[in-house]
């Protein structure tokens, strides 16, 4: 099946720093990429959907200054928690998808800013 | 605006029992329907999709979920749980013209199976 990549699974870094994550996509090109985070016992809330060669479209609330997301190519995207805070602390998901293929999820990265 | 509804936060089951976990969904028009399995610290795995045809719609692990456009349900069922089936289980909907084709997730269901 779709297999999706992230890295690294998980982080813990000092306040201040910026903290890059990768997602790709291993067998598929992925037309569009998600970014998702999830508070303990929660759902997960999109944060942005990228596109390939485009600008990532942020949700409302979401600081896309903070939360810089690059999509180089069909197979890589990449967020990037600029000048981290403890309150950045969280459980990062990617998604990837082809067209109009079910969404594949990566296996997450914890963060934590001490 | 679409939305998905799981109404119960936890399920408890015997192993060896039938396990239905309960989604309902809210979308303008026709809906692909999605189940997905979390593990700790883990991300989500797909188990099934309802894009058209059957009601009934078979996906790993022995999961299947019925799509009932009449009640706009999508209940995940297991005739025979097992312990290793304990995780916590999200369904979710993407509308057919939405723009930007977003997932919309449930809140997840807990699924505890006992031995």
């Known amino acids: 099946g779709a297999v999706v990549s992230q890295h690294p699974s998980w982080v813990i870094c000092k306040s201040g720093t910026s903290v890059k994550i990768e997602c790709r996509s291993l067998?598929?090109?992925?037309?569009?990429m998600f970014w998702y985070r999830q508070f303990p016992k929660q759902s997960l809330m999109l944060m942005a959907t990228?596109?390939?060669?485009?600008?990532?479209?942020?949700e409302q609330g979401v600081e896309k200054d903070k939360f810089l997301i690059n999509h180089a190519s069909l197979t890589l995207s990449t967020l990037t928690v600029t000048s981290a805070h403890p309150e950045d602390s969280s459980f990062y998901i990617c998604?990837?998808?082809?067209?109009?293929?079910?969404?594949?999820f990566g296996d997450g990265t914890r963060l934590s800013i001490l | 605006a679409q939305s998905v509804a799981q109404p119960e936060d936890q399920v408890n089951v015997a192993e060896g029992n039938p396990l239905t976990v309960k989604c309902t969904y809210s979308v303008s028009g026709n809906p692909y329907l999605f189940w997905y399995v979390q593990y700790p610290n883990r991300g989500l795995q797909f188990l099934l999709k309802?894009?058209?045809?059957?009601?009934l719609v078979k996906g790993s692990y022995g999961f299947e979920a019925e799509f009932n456009k009449s009640q706009t349900s999508f209940h995940l069922k297991k005739p025979s749980a097992l312990v290793s089936d304990s995780a916590l289980y999200f369904c979710a909907v993407r509308a057919r013209k939405a723009a930007g084709n977003k997932l919309t997730f449930g809140g997840g269901t807990r699924v505890l199976v006992k031995p």
């Open positions: 990228s596109n390939e060669g485009s600008k990532a479209t942020y």
């Open positions: 067998d598929f090109q992925a037309t569009t």
């Open positions: 998604s990837a998808r082809a067209g109009l293929q079910p969404q594949h």
């Open positions: 309802y894009i058209t045809g059957d009601n």
